[in-house]
T-cell receptor
Framework: ETGVTQTPRHLVMGMTNKKSLKCEQHLGHNAMYWYKQSAKKPLELMFVYNFKEQTENNSVPSRFSPECPNSSHLFLHLHTLQPEDSALYLC??????????????FGPGTRLTVL | QKEVEQDPGPLSVPEGAIVSLNCTYSNSAFQYFMWYRQYSRKGPELLMYTYSSGNKEDGRFTAQVDKSSKYISLFIRDSQPSDSATYLCAMGGDYGQNFVFGPGTRLSVLP
């Protein structure tokens, strides 16, 4: 595997389900990100981790719970979601989060549908 | 006022046309500017990156930044059907500021 991988690619869940999204980066990066992409809206940054520590939580509802066990893996745990949470969830990684520009590399995303 | 504005399209052009994609922004602290290309069912991939004002050319692609007008452009020359994708502009400031993305412009190049 190369780059940034995400599983599953598609997920349909009911509002009472609990599910998890997984992201893995094979680039040796130290920073990882979760974004939400809704139709015709800008990418919304949700969470940022740098060296496994959360450095940003962009006012995300608590029904989204991130986990970063190491610099290569990032999870997004989902529970009691709402239909408006249906979107493409993108994971990205970069060398780190520093004072200079760091290119972000994106995974293919998980298309989430909440019924 | 939204921080980054971008016409969502869709924009349809014939093969071989010159395409102009644009974004405006409001935050004068932005210093670096990116264009991402996103194919259907894929994540965004970085196409071009520029720092501060000026032009940058890479093959058929040219990125322009006009900080005085808070306006950035991406030009695609001799457009190809394989250029059909959504193009996202993104920008950020110094000191680790996270990127701010535009909503993307969906481009279709017709053979």
């Amino acid at each position: 595997e190369t780059g940034v991988t995400q599983t599953p690619r598609h997920l349909v869940m009911g509002m009472t389900n609990k599910k998890s999204l997984k992201c893995e980066q094979h680039l040796g990066h130290n920073a990882m990100y979760w974004y939400k992409q809704s139709a015709k809206k800008p990418l919304e940054l949700m969470f940022v981790y740098n060296f496994k520590e959360q450095t940003e939580n962009n006012s995300v509802p608590s029904r989204f719970s991130p986990e970063c066990p190491n610099s290569s893996h990032l999870f997004l745990h989902l529970h009691t979601l709402q239909p408006e949470d249906s979107a493409l969830y993108l994971c990205a990684s970069s060398q780190d989060v520093g004072e200079w520009y760091n290119e972000q590399f994106f995974g293919p995303g998980t298309r989430l549908t909440v019924l | 006022q939204k921080e980054v504005e971008q016409d969502p399209g869709p924009l349809s052009v014939p093969e071989g046309a010159i395409v102009s994609l644009n974004c405006t922004y409001s935050n004068s602290a932005f210093q670096y500017f990116m264009w991402y290309r996103q194919y259907s069912r894929k994540g965004p991939e970085l196409l071009m990156y520029t720092y501060s004002s000026g032009n940058k050319e890479d093959g058929r692609f040219t990125a322009q930044v006009d900080k005085s007008s808070k306006y950035i452009s991406l030009f695609i020359r001799d457009s190809q059907p394989s250029d059909s994708a959504t193009y996202l502009c993104a920008m950020g400031g110094d000191y680790g500021q996270n990127f701010v993305f535009g909503p993307g412009t969906r481009l279709s190049v017709l053979p």
